[in-house]
C-alpha cells in the first residue's frame, strides 16, 4: 500500500474555505496533507479520521514567503502550542495548521482580522502577480488576435496562430475570473466581518481542472504544430522549468532556500511558464543538421566548380534542354515529426545568374490539421503579398495559388495535394516565362505524392 | 460601511490590548483575555498573531523581549491612547443607552 500520494489542487491560495474543506476530506479518506508543492500537493497514509485545518496569511514581511521555520513564524507556532494547533506545510504567505481535538478552539477568532489579512496577502502577492500574468498574456493575446484579423485569409487560418491566441484567452479568463471571485468575495466578506460572521470562500476547482486541462491539450497540439527545432526549445523549456520547480521544491522541503530566493524562483517560474511558448517561436534552434551532399568537380571555362549533386525529384532537364553536368543539386530535409519538409534546389553552376533556376519547397504531412499552418508559410512570402487562384484540375491538386508581385503573376506557386503542399519557383525560358501544358504535367508527375 | 484600521476596535483588539499594559508575551496575553473577560472571550492564535504584527506596525505596542520562541510586548503611548478613544466611544454608547431606555 502506497505511503504517499499526490493531488492537483485547483483551488486559488485565497480559497481558505475550499483548501481547509478539501484537507479535512483526505483526512477522513486517510490521507494526511504532508507537504504543499506547486501544483500537486503531496499526501501521507494516516488512520482515517477527523482532522480540523485552519489558514493564516502572513505578510510578505513576516517570512511568509520562507520555507525556513523563521523566528516569527516560531512565534505562531508558541502560540498555538497550548491549543492543539500545529503547523502542517505552508504555500507562499498561507500557513496550513492542523489541530486534532475534537472540537478545537477556532485558529482565527476575529473575522475582521482574518479578513484583512487574507486582503493584506492578496494585495502584496495574489493581486500583483496576477496583473503582471493578466498583462503579459493580453499583450500576447492582443499580439496573436490582431495578426490572425489583420492578416490576409490564408495567414487567419495559421494553425499556431489560433492555438496560441486561443490559449493566451483562456489564461486571461482565468485570471480575470479568481480576481473578479475574490473581489466580490471581499467586499461582502468585509461587511458581514462587522457582525462578527466570516463569510466562507469560494472557487471552483472543476472549472479550473477542466481550463488546465484544455491549456494542456492546446500547448501539446501547438508544439506539435512547430518546426523541429522550436519542437525542442519547447521541450527544452518545459525541462528546465520541471528542474528548477523540482529544485526550488527540495529546497523548501529541507528548508534550505531563503524566503526572498523563493519570491525569485517563484517570480521566475511565473514569467518563464508564460513566456515559454513565446521563447520557442523566438529563439528558434537556427542550427540546421549539417548535411553532407554527394559533389563532383567541374572544370568550366578554366575554372573549377565543386557541385552538390543530391536527388531531388523534379529537375530543370525534366522541363527543358540543359546540360546536367553544370548543374548545382541540393535538397535539405527537415524532421518535423509527424511531418517532413524538403527543400529542393537547382541551378547553374554560376548561381543565379539569370540562368535557369528551380526552387521549391514540399510539406509532407499526415494529418489534414497541419494542411493551413504549411498553406500558411507557403503563400505569405515576402516578396509576393497578393496571390491568384489557378484552375486545380490541371494540376491534378486541391488547390493552386499563384503568387504575385505589384499585382502581377510571378513563377511562383503553392500547390496543395493530398498530404502535400508544394511552393514552386521556377524560371527556365526568359522570353516565355509561362509554364506549357506539358510542363505542368512533368510536374505533376514527379511531385504530386 | 468599511472600518478604518484601528479608528475602532473589535473585542478581541480591544482587550488584547488592555492584556498589554503589562509586558507579557503571546501565551500570556491569550490567559489574560480569558481572565479579564471571566472565560467570556477567546482569543485565537492566529488572530493574536497577525494583531501583534498590525499593532507593532502601527505603533500601538513595542516589542520589548525575546526569549527563545517567545517574544514579549507592552502597550505605548500611542495604543494606549487608541484604547482610551475606543472606551470613550464604548461609553458613550452605554450613556446613550441608559438614556433612551
Wanted: negative net charge; hydrophobic residues 40%; charged residues 20%.
Amino acid at each position: 500500500m502506497a505511503q504517499y500520494t499526490y493531488r492537483m489542487n485547483h483551488r486559488p491560495i485565497t480559497d481558505f474555505t475550499g483548501i481547509t474543506g478539501w484537507l479535512e476530506k483526505m483526512a477522513a479518506k486517510g490521507w494526511m496533507l504532508d507537504f504543499c508543492g506547486t501544483l500537486f500537493w503531496k499526501f501521507r497514509k494516516i488512520e482515517p479520521r477527523q482532522v480540523h485545518f485552519s489558514a493564516i496569511y502572513l505578510p510578505i514581511d513576516c517570512n511568509g514567503f520562507s520555507p525556513v521555520r523563521t523566528p516569527e513564524a516560531e512565534e505562531l507556532e508558541e502560540l498555538c502550542a497550548g491549543t492543539g494547533w500545529y503547523w502542517v506545510s505552508s504555500m507562499y504567505q498561507l500557513q496550513i495548521f492542523a489541530n486534532e481535538e475534537a472540537d478545537p478552539a477556532p485558529l482565527d477568532s476575529d473575522p475582521v482580522v482574518q479578513v484583512e489579512s487574507l486582503h493584506r496577502a492578496m494585495m502584496q502577492n495574489v493581486l500583483p502577480s496576477n496583473i503582471i500574468l493578466l498583462v503579459i498574456a493580453g499583450v500576447m493575446a492582443l499580439f496573436c488576435w490582431s495578426s490572425i484579423f489583420t492578416g490576409n485569409f490564408y495567414s487567419n487560418i495559421g494553425f499556431g496562430h489560433w492555438l496560441a491566441a486561443f490559449n493566451f484567452t483562456i489564461v486571461i479568463l482565468m485570471v480575470l475570473g479568481e480576481l473578479a471571485i475574490y473581489y466580490i468575495w471581499h467586499k461582502r466578506a468585509k461587511e458581514d466581518a462587522q457582525s462578527g460572521f466570516l463569510r466562507p470562500t469560494r472557487s471552483f476547482p472543476g472549472l479550473m481542472m477542466v481550463f488546465l486541462a484544455v491549456l494542456l491539450v492546446v500547448y501539446v497540439l501547438w508544439v506539435c504544430a512547430l518546426p523541429w527545432q522550436s519542437q525542442l526549445t519547447a521541450l527544452s523549456n518545459l525541462f528546465i522549468f520541471i528542474l528548477v520547480r523540482g529544485f526550488a521544491n527540495l529546497g523548501r522541503k529541507n528548508e534550505k532556500m531563503s524566503s526572498w530566493a523563493n519570491i525569485a524562483v517563484i517570480a521566475f517560474l511565473g514569467l518563464w511558464v508564460v513566456l515559454f511558448p513565446v521563447i520557442s517561436i523566438s529563439i528558434r534552434n537556427q542550427i540546421e543538421a549539417s548535411t553532407h551532399h554527394p559533389q563532383s568537380v567541374v572544370l568550366y571555362e578554366g575554372r573549377e566548380y565543386t557541385l552538390n549533386r543530391d536527388e531531388i525529384p523534379l529537375k530543370t532537364e525534366d522541363l527543358m534542354e540543359i546540360d546536367p553536368d553544370l548543374q548545382n543539386y541540393t535538397c535539405e530535409i527537415e524532421s518535423f515529426f509527424p511531418c517532413r519538409i524538403t527543400r529542393n534546389t537547382q541551378h547553374h553552376l554560376w548561381g543565379n545568374t539569370g540562368t535557369p533556376m528551380l526552387y521549391y519547397t514540399i510539406w509532407d504531412y499526415p494529418l489534414p490539421l497541419y494542411r493551413d499552418y504549411f498553406l500558411d508559410q507557403a503563400i505569405n512570402e515576402e516578396f509576393y503579398p497578393t496571390h491568384g487562384e489557378l484552375d486545380p484540375e490541371v494540376w491534378e491538386a486541391e488547390a493552386v495559388y499563384r503568387l504575385q508581385q505589384n499585382g502581377q503573376p510571378q513563377n511562383v506557386y503553392v500547390i496543395c495535394w493530398e498530404g502535400r503542399i508544394v511552393s514552386l519557383h521556377i524560371r527556365l525560358e526568359t522570353e516565355n516565362p509561362e509554364l506549357t501544358a506539358e510542363q505542368i504535367a512533368t510536374i505533376v508527375e514527379k511531385l504530386k505524392p | 460601511m468599511p472600518r478604518q484600521r484601528f479608528q475602532t476596535l473589535t473585542e478581541q483588539m480591544f482587550y488584547i490590548l488592555m492584556a498589554l499594559k503589562e509586558e507579557c508575551c503571546g501565551t500570556d496575553i491569550m490567559e489574560r483575555v480569558r481572565t479579564i473577560t471571566e472565560g467570556t472571550v477567546q482569543i485565537g492564535p492566529g488572530t493574536l498573531y497577525n494583531l501583534l504584527d498590525q499593532f507593532q506596525e502601527e505603533g500601538m505596542i513595542r516589542q520589548t523581549r525575546v526569549e527563545g520562541r517567545r517574544r514579549s510586548y507592552i502597550l505605548t503611548d500611542h495604543g494606549l491612547a487608541v484604547l482610551e478613544q475606543e472606551y470613550r466611544r464604548i461609553q458613550t454608547q452605554a450613556e446613550l443607552y441608559r438614556r433612551y431606555f
